[in-house]
């Protein structure tokens, strides 16, 4: 395994997610450069300070370091436009292999144990420090939150991986460390979970952005659905969906959240405006934007009428899975849909969620409002401004729609400070934990309760209740999911722990072609591909373990299925 040096000094003292730094009046005392690893984990403010860096390893998809990674864009649910958006197109193309695989989850094994050696530091650093009791509890259970993330991250992309609990220095020998199952990594994860539930406090009484005791309780419960589901467990043990069940029980009935109801209130906790449903999030400052300024979500997201890029747009087949009003999907008979009027009395997550032909949006170019142009008329007409005939017509969308989930509408795509978008990443909200118990009551053949389950998250949106049993139940429960997680990387999961690659990824990816005719009239054709070289393998599944860690193991880290050769 690469075990990477950690550099004390100079000091990451940057503060994370809104949280504010102490070390100003420390800079006064003693120079950066000359800390000692003594000072560091001596001095509270310092270890605090390391503590903040530590969350930078919780990576967010907003453009961090220039880079943008939202994972629906390796699913059925959107496409990735533009040369550097590739790696994410050689997963969708089944183009993975042992050593491009880091590129399409940007280096998601060497950032996740670069900062898991933090965490190992910090402990091992810690055991006789003489900060007081109750600050180091604090500080501690932070810090194994924030490994038992890590972890959940490792065991999500990877499966079973090494579970590294101390530090190495360079030149030791032991460098042969062999794959935990993903059952053992899972064990661990809880375990981590449930003893920073014990130190840390709660969201009422913790400075936003630091960890908290629901945040531990998110992180188990998640894990203990994936550690149950079929492609981590295929007997489908019942022990497995009873611990899910519980742990995601628990976390739904935790007092102080509420779900966000119908209408734009909806829409209100993707551009921070509304934080009830939220356990814990990244959340942005004009000192700490997306992406350094002048790169953050609105850029990659918006038309390129509205001066973005069009980096990730949705895919018709999400659009069809919003059902109409009366509870029906479009191509359900009975659903009242019209294919030439198709936006009308659809349930209202789907206008929050995506920017259609005439939806309404606020206008950072010109001020005031005006509706999204994805209409091409004939040569010598107007067309519309967010078509590919509209100005930059390279950006604009290849499906015929763009997301509007995180946008800070109104706010031009390239501002930077307080005019960029500082919409929050929520890692966790309430409602996903709804979602999760449903499925696991589902596997254990308690059907009634998942339907209760699913329907208030429904209810609160104004949606009619589902009334099916069994495989019925199941679809209904994945396009429930589905529908209300879009644009929030749980897709990408969810295909691969389901095991429905094949049925997601194994045919194009499809949009809508809007024209204008001289007169004014808008036809709609369903027959646009905006990607047609999607494919499965079962490989797929799991990501590789890059082959370099392998070499560096000896051979003692084992690759994961299909991609043992390149």
């Known amino acids: 395994m690469k075990i990477t040096k950690l550099l004390y000094l100079p000091f990451l003292a940057l503060a994370w997610m809104g949280i504010a730094s102490c070390s100003d009046d420390i800079l006064d005392l003693k120079p950066l450069d000359s800390f000692s690893e003594v000072d560091v984990f001596a001095d509270k403010a310092l270890l605090t300070d390391f503590v903040n860096g530590t969350y930078r390893g919780m990576r967010h998809p907003f453009a961090e370091n220039n880079t943008f990674l939202l994972l629906d864009a390796m699913t059925d649910n959107a496409y990735s436009q533009h040369g550097d958006q590739q790696p994410i197109r050689n997963y969708t193309q089944g183009l993975i292999t042992r050593d491009n695989g880091e590129s399409a989850n940007l280096g998601t094994w060497n950032n996740a144990y670069t900062y898991i050696r933090r965490v190992n530091l910090f402990l091992e650093k810690t055991t006789d420090s003489p900060i007081e009791a109750e600050a180091l509890a604090q500080l501690t259970g932070e810090m194994q939150f924030i490994r038992a993330y890590l972890y959940m991250e490792l065991l999500s992309w990877y499966g079973g991986v090494p579970i590294i609990t101390s530090t190495f220095d360079l030149g030791q020998a032991d460098y042969d460390v062999a794959r935990n199952s993903a059952e053992e990594v899972a064990a661990f994860i809880v375990a981590e979970c449930d003893a920073a539930v014990e130190k840390l406090g709660g969201v009422t009484t913790t400075p936003v952005g630091r960890a908290t005791m629901e945040a531990a309780m998110a992180v188990k419960a998640r894990t203990l659905l994936y550690i149950a589901s079929p492609l981590y467990n295929p007997s489908q043990e019942q022990s497995r969906w009873i611990a899910a069940r519980d742990a995601n029980k628990a976390v739904k009935e935790l007092p102080g959240f509420q779900m966000i109801g119908a209408g734009d209130q909806y829409g209100e906790m993707f551009n921070g405006r509304s934080t009830a449903e939220i356990i814990f999030a990244r959340r942005f400052t004009v000192n700490n934007p997306h992406g350094g300024g002048s790169w953050g979500v609105n850029l990659w997201l918006y038309s390129n009428g509205l001066g973005g890029w069009s980096n990730n747009t949705p895919t018709q087949n999400l659009v069809d899975s919003y059902e109409m009003t009366n509870g029906l999907l479009p191509a359900e008979a009975g659903s009242g849909y019209d294919p030439q009027n198709p936006y009308i009395n659809r349930d209202p997550r789907f206008a929050e969620s995506i920017l259609y032909n005439g939806a309404v949006i606020a206008d950072p170019i010109n001020g005031g409002t005006r509706d999204m142009q994805f209409w091409t008329a004939p040569e010598g007409q107007p067309q519309g401004k ?59 053949n308690n059907e009634e309760a998942a339907r209760t389950a699913i329907n208030a998250v429904r209810d609160r949106v104004g949606m009619p209740d589902v009334v099916e049993s069994g495989a019925a139940l199941v679809e209904r429960y994945r396009n429930e999911r589905r529908v209300e997680l879009a644009l929030e990387n749980h897709r990408f999961f969810d295909i691969r722990r389901w095991e429905i690659g094949p049925e997601a990824l194994n045919k194009p990816a499809m949009g809508v072609n809007v024209t204008k005719d001289a007169g004014g009239n808008i036809t709609y054709d369903y027959s646009r591909t905006a990607d047609a070289t999607r494919h499965w393998e079962e490989k797929m599944y799991f990501f590789p373990i890059p082959y370099s860690e392998i070499q560096r193991s000896h051979n003692q880290l084992s690759q994961n299925p299909g991609y043992e050769t390149n």
């Open 386 to 444: 967010d078509s590919p005939n509209g100005p930059s017509g390279a950006n604009a969308s290849r499906t015929g729609y763009n997301f509007r989930k995180f946008l800070d509408e109104g706010k031009k795509a390239d501002a930077a400070g307080a005019d960029e978008n500082l919409s929050p990443w929520i890692y966790f909200r309430i409602t996903e934990f709804y979602l999760n118990y449903a499925e696991a009551e589902i596997a254990l």
